[in-house]
């Protein structure tokens, strides 16, 4: 799987909770805390450190740079 793996994903939506969602490299809805650098239509390095419970779930992420 891609727990583990790090993925380059462009940011497409941050909520106003501050949690960033794209998609990543291999095309897998990507969710994440946004910080200070994170902007919309902007690539973003993440490491994949888990799965959202429910029917159509994103990867949950950290950024890492």
């Given at each position: 799987?891609?727990?583990?793996?790090?993925?380059?994903v462009?940011?497409?939506?941050?909520?106003?909770k501050?949690?960033?969602?794209?998609?990543?490299?291999?095309?897998?809805?990507?969710?994440?805390?946004?910080?200070?650098?994170?902007?919309?239509?902007?690539?973003?390095?993440?490491?994949?450190?888990?799965?959202?419970?429910?029917?159509?779930?994103?990867?949950?992420?950290?950024?890492?740079?």
């Amino acid at each position: 799987g891609l727990i583990g793996m790090t993925q380059r994903v462009l940011v497409e939506k941050i909520d106003r909770k501050g949690f960033a969602t794209g998609y990543g490299e291999h095309y897998s809805p990507v969710r994440f805390k946004a910080d200070e650098k994170t902007r919309l239509k902007d690539f973003r390095d993440v490491l994949v450190t888990g799965l959202e419970s429910g029917e159509d779930p994103n990867l949950i992420a950290e950024t890492i740079t």
